[in-house]
């Protein structure tokens, strides 16, 4: 299966901004713009969550905590996701993961929300 690739972490100051973006190591062999994606992160000592989740009809999911500070989208020409994370808080800090259902997990990148 397709392996996805987040890249777009970093440090950022409290109130800051960060866009995570997501895409195939490899050409897809199916629509694959057209699939939900989901987006979870995991902090130290805690479960993997659920935040965000978007499909191409533009049915959205936002846990309580990021709603009106994150949102997703997808470039289906580019065959790339977007999180585009705002007015970030040091509770964000976590490992975040762009996840499509049934497939592979990638590596993750870094958000750390830090002064």
């Known amino acids: 299966q397709v392996q996805l690739v987040e890249s777009g972490g970093g440090l950022v100051q409290p109130g800051g901004s960060l866009r995570l973006s997501c895409a195939p190591s490899?050409?897809?062999?199916?629509?694959?713009?057209?699939?939900?994606l989901e987006w979870y992160r995991q902090a130290p000592g805690k479960q993997r969550e659920l935040v965000a989740s978007?499909?191409?009809?533009?049915?959205?999911y936002y846990e309580d905590s990021v709603k009106g500070r994150f949102t997703a989208s997808r470039d289906i020409a580019k065959i790339t996701f977007y999180l585009q994370m705002n007015s970030l808080k040091p509770e964000d800090t976590a490992v975040y993961y762009c996840y499509r259902p049934g497939g592979p997990w990638g590596q993750g990148t870094q958000v750390t929300v830090s002064s």
């Open positions: 490899e050409p897809p062999t199916t629509i694959f713009s057209f699939f939900r």
């Open positions: 978007e499909t191409s009809d533009g049915d959205t």
